[in-house]
């Protein structure tokens, strides 16, 4: 079947000016333009470059999860602690990012099960204000590891981020402890903890909670890394390698256990659960 007998299939007896806009997407990396349908369906991976590109929260329970998951709330937190502003007030940024997605901050979690294997899943939305982790992400990331123990099962976290958010200032920065003791517990109670980095992972969450899974899964190409390259060659005055801070490089330094294609990947996350010994009580 031709694109043009596709895009009639989809759109019988439509006028011209009736065509939504979301019909066709380009790839961010080749730039081709695919057919939106057909690129969901493909897991949002582009058929002609292989790219992998960013979805939210939904798509990724969705992909992953058996059915019949559980969405958690989102613990409530103290919104503009420090009374920002930069161009916008800070309440009015998070005002737009909430009506611009499904949920109330960059990080959600769900109560599930992958192919079987109960977890709690977390997933990082970069579509909600670049990912950035304040003291809400902070808070949901302890009450998914917490819930976690309660239930007996891993917890499991796709990152999406770039870094702290700048307006909760040092109060961002202390929720990288924060998750780090919440990991802590994790260990202590014998419970996988499994990190999946998608892109980008930069800044804060690479520092902290996004490096230090039992495993740590990484998707084809994502970014990955804390400074920026530019930053970095700024500063040791050295060009740098070719592929630096991306899955690839960092998994051929040992830095990540395994770069997995979004097709393979809840397989994959199921058989280190069932390694693991995270098999959900029948």
């Given amino acids: ?18 065509t939504p806009d979301n019909l066709w997407i380009s790839c961010p990396s080749c730039k081709e333009m695919l057919f939106t349908k057909e690129y969901e369906e493909n897991l949002s991976v582009c058929p002609r470059c292989d790219h992998h590109g960013r979805i939210g929260a939904h798509a990724r329970f969705a992909q992953l999860l058996d059915e019949g998951f559980e969405v958690l709330e989102t613990p409530k937190v103290k919104e503009d602690p420090l009374k920002f502003r930069d161009q916008k007030k800070y309440p009015d940024r998070l ?38 982790m304040g003291m809400a992400v902070g808070q949901t990331f302890v009450a998914g590891a917490d819930r976690a123990i309660k239930e007996k099962c891993a ?62 899964i990484a998707e084809p190409g994502c970014l990955i890394g804390f400074a920026g390259q530019r930053v970095i060659q700024d500063t040791i005055r050295e060009k740098l390698p070719e592929g630096f801070q991306r899955a690839e490089y960092l998994l051929e330094h040992g830095m990540i256990d395994m770069v997995t294609h979004r097709h393979k990947l809840r397989d994959t996350l199921a058989s280190v659960l069932d390694y693991l010994g995270a098999k959900a009580a029948a």
Wanted: a positive charge.
């Fill in 155 to 216: 917890y499991v976290i796709c990152t999406a981020a770039g870094g702290a958010r700048m307006q909760e200032g040092i109060l961002s920065l202390m929720q990288m402890p924060k998750a780090t003791v919440a990991i802590q517990r994790l260990k202590r109670a014998g419970l996988p903890y499994i990190v999946v980095l998608t892109d980008p992972t930069t800044g804060g969450v690479t520092a902290s909670y996004a490096m230090l899974g039992d495993v740590q």
């Fill in 1 to 18: 079947m031709s694109w043009l007998d596709r895009v009639r299939k989809a759109l019988p007896f439509q006028d011209k000016r009736d």
């Fill in 95 to 132: 005002k737009a990012a909430r009506l611009a997605n499904p949920h109330p901050d960059a990080l959600t979690n769900a109560l599930g099960a992958i192919e079987g294997h109960k977890c709690v899943l977390g997933v990082q939305d970069f579509g909600f204000m670049g990912g950035s």
